[in-house]
């Protein structure tokens, strides 16, 4: 590679007007020219990148994705600065976090020690961030009630009494010891099936939903409770995620939320069955959910057990009247079958006699007709046995034979009776009255 030649002759190494700079002079030169440039400061607006406190300090990068690639710009909030901007974010419940989009004001800054142009942060718009947060909160909204999801889940039916509740929160915190503390001072039987899991910060929202998905498809859970404690506006808007809001209108149990908010309402609020300020309050909503379906249980079991009574007293008496209506009824009906009990015996002792004396006169005149009959019986016999015997001696053969008839068979036996079951060279038997004579067919 070539490089340029350079002339070095007698003029000095300082020049007006090509002056040479050592690398702090160029450092100063590039502050004042930037302090010029930009004498008023300058907004700037990205997203939150790469946070990070190192003391009372706090460095971030300001990113951008354009057409020409990532642009970064790197930012330092100093302690003084920081304090005078805490207010600021507290007022408008916000807190500096990775992946915040935010406008801030500063002012460009060479950094002589690191060679790296940065901007010192000195203000930041909120309004900005807020209406960030509330463009893509209502982007969300408007997508689900264009899907028709945004009433979903409160069309699930309430159960009557959830006692088996899965929860959805980080395990550890005060929101989880608030609602936990509620539940088990409540007397109730509950069965909670906890999915420990990330409330803020990177991930958050798919760690939340997918928490959501796998307790609404158990078999075991009445109902799914998600909560956190209060924060900052842009944390809470880890809730305003379309992939939460998604897992809880499309969960086949009811959801309820209790994610601290005092003032605000996120997406996932809004599509839930039902919101709460805080966990405890979700956690009272619970436990008062169950003492109604207890107390109409024992309303419905003092109703019944007045019923009851009633209707025992009801049957006893009835009882005693059938008891009476019965007994008077089998006197009659003993009285009666005395009554027929006496006539059978009285036609019992009599019916013996007579029927001996009918079935005796019978078997007499049967044994004098058993007398008479068989001789005629086998005359009658006789007589037909031989027309029988004359019938028989018309129709044997012999007796055909004897008349002149014949009987012709073939080699098989059978007898011949059509001239085609004897073709030209058979041998056929003719059986006559005397004998058999054996022959051979021929043509005609």
């Not at 400061?41 to 990068?61: K, Q």
């Not at 998600?226 to 149990?253: C, H, K, P, Q, W």
Request: hydrophobic residues 40%.
């Amino acid at each position: 590679m070539s490089q340029p030649a350079f002339d070095f002759g007698d003029e000095p190494v300082d020049d007006a007007a090509n002056p040479t700079y050592s690398v702090g002079e160029l450092a100063d030169a590039i502050n004042d020219q930037l302090r010029r440039g930009f004498f008023d400061g300058v907004w700037v607006r990205g997203e939150i990148d790469g946070l990070r406190n190192s003391g009372p300090h706090t460095y971030f990068a300001l990113v951008e994705d354009t057409e020409r690639g990532r642009a970064v710009m790197n930012v330092s909030l100093f302690a003084p600065m920081k304090r005078n901007l805490t207010p600021v974010l507290k007022k408008n419940r916000l807190e500096l976090t990775n992946g915040m989009k935010v406008r801030i004001y500063g002012h460009l800054d060479y950094y002589a020690p690191n060679g790296r142009l940065g901007l010192k942060m000195a203000g930041i718009d909120p309004r900005f961030t807020l209406g960030e947060l509330s463009q893509a909160r209502d982007q969300v909204v408007r997508r689900l009630v264009t899907s028709g999801l945004y009433d979903a889940n409160r069309g699930r039916p309430w159960p009557a009494a959830p006692l088996r509740v899965g929860v959805v929160t980080s395990v550890g915190t005060a929101a989880w010891h608030d609602f936990h503390h509620e539940i088990e001072t409540s007397g109730f039987g509950f069965e909670l099936r906890v999915c420990d899991t990330r409330v803020q910060g990177e991930g958050a929202d798919r760690s939340v939903a997918t928490a959501v998905t796998t307790l609404a498809r158990r078999s075991d859970v009445d109902c799914v409770v998600v909560i956190r404690g209060g924060g900052a506006r842009n944390e809470l808007a880890t809730f305003d995620a379309e992939s939460i809001a998604m897992a809880i209108a499309t969960s086949t149990v009811p959801v309820i939320t209790g994610l601290g908010h005092e003032i605000d309402r996120s997406v996932a609020d809004e599509v839930a069955h039902a919101s709460y300020k805080t966990p405890t309050a979700c956690a009272r909503a619970l436990i008062d959910a169950v003492a109604d379906f207890s107390s109409q249980i024992e309303q419905a079991w003092a109703a019944i057990t007045a019923v009851a009574g009633r209707r025992v007293t009801e049957a006893s008496g009835s009882l005693v009247d059938r008891a009476h209506r019965v007994a008077r009824r089998t006197h009659a009906a003993v009285e009666r079958a005395d009554e027929r009990l006496s006539t059978r015996e009285e036609r019992l002792a009599t019916t013996p006699s007579r029927l001996l004396t009918s079935h005796e006169q019978r078997l007499t005149a049967l044994a004098e007709r058993l007398v008479r009959r068989p001789p005629q019986l086998l005359d009658a016999e006789t007589r037909s046995l031989d027309a029988a015997a004359s019938r028989l001696a018309l129709l044997d053969p012999v007796n055909l034979l004897r008349r002149g008839w014949t009987i012709t068979r073939d080699a098989d036996g059978a007898v011949v009776r059509s001239v085609e079951q004897a073709p030209p060279g058979s041998v056929i038997t003719t059986e006559l009255a005397d004998g058999t004579l054996t022959s051979r067919t021929e043509e005609p």
